[in-house]
């Protein structure tokens, strides 16, 4: 398997579930990322993982937890959502996180907050 | 002013049309451009990437980097149906720590049949 796989595709959760979305890159790059993308906005960077350590929190809820067990996966932790939680939450993997090279996506999880 | 600037659309051509996409920006710094294709229920790919200004080639598409005007473009010939997805546009600069991208809202291109 190659690229960037995200698990699940649609998740549909009350606002008081816990739930996790996984990422795992296939690439063998060393940085990981979390995005937000919302209709018609632009996408919104959460948290930026370089070789398994947070490097960037962009000032995201403490709703949503990053965890980066190894270089390879990703998971988002979810508690206590809100309905404005709902989007497309995309993964994205570079070879170095900070650097120019461009990021590679996956097919996101479509979260539904009811 | 949004760091980056790029018309939703939606824009629809017939096919075989000449497709322009373009996206402006306000920071001088930007030194790599992007591309990304976004199909309905999948995730943002990779079609081009550029350094400073000047065009890039790869097949039916073309990449335009105007740094002086600070204004890149995407143009697409011979469009197709399966050319209809919202396109991305993203460009790096350095940033504290090294590069930080910044993604345009993306415009969605409808090409018909």
């Known amino acids: 398997e190659t690229g960037v796989t995200q698990t699940p595709r649609h998740l549909v959760m009350g606002m008081t579930n816990k739930k996790s979305l996984k990422c795992e890159q296939h690439l063998g790059h060393n940085a990981m990322y979390w995005y937000k993308q919302s209709a018609k906005k632009p996408l919104e960077l959460m948290f930026v993982?370089?070789?398994?350590?947070?490097?960037e929190n962009n000032s995201v809820p403490s709703r949503f937890s990053p965890e980066c067990p190894n270089s390879s996966h990703l998971f988002l932790h979810l508690h206590t959502l809100q309905p404005e939680d709902s989007a497309l939450y995309l993964c994205?993997?570079?070879?170095?996180?900070?650097?120019?090279?461009?990021?590679?996506f996956g097919d996101g999880t479509r979260l539904s907050i009811l | 002013q949004k760091e980056v600037e790029q018309d939703p659309g939606p824009l629809s051509v017939p096919e075989g049309a000449i497709v322009s996409l373009n996206c402006t920006y306000s920071n001088s710094a930007f030194q790599y451009f992007m591309w990304y294709r976004q199909y309905s229920r999948k995730g943002p790919e990779l079609l081009m990437y550029t350094y400073s200004s000047g065009n890039k080639e790869d097949g039916r598409f073309t990449a335009q980097v105007d740094k002086s005007s600070k204004y890149i473009s995407l143009f697409i010939r011979d469009s197709q149906p399966s050319d209809s997805a919202t396109y991305l546009c993203?460009?790096?600069?350095?940033?504290?720590?090294?590069?930080?991208?910044?993604f345009g809202a993306g415009t969605r291109l409808f090409v018909k049949a």
């Open positions: 993203a460009m790096s600069a350095r940033s504290t720590g090294g590069f930080k991208t910044i």
């Open positions: 993982y370089s070789l398994e350590e947070r490097v």
């Open positions: 994205a993997s570079s070879q170095a996180a900070g650097g120019n090279q461009p990021q590679h």
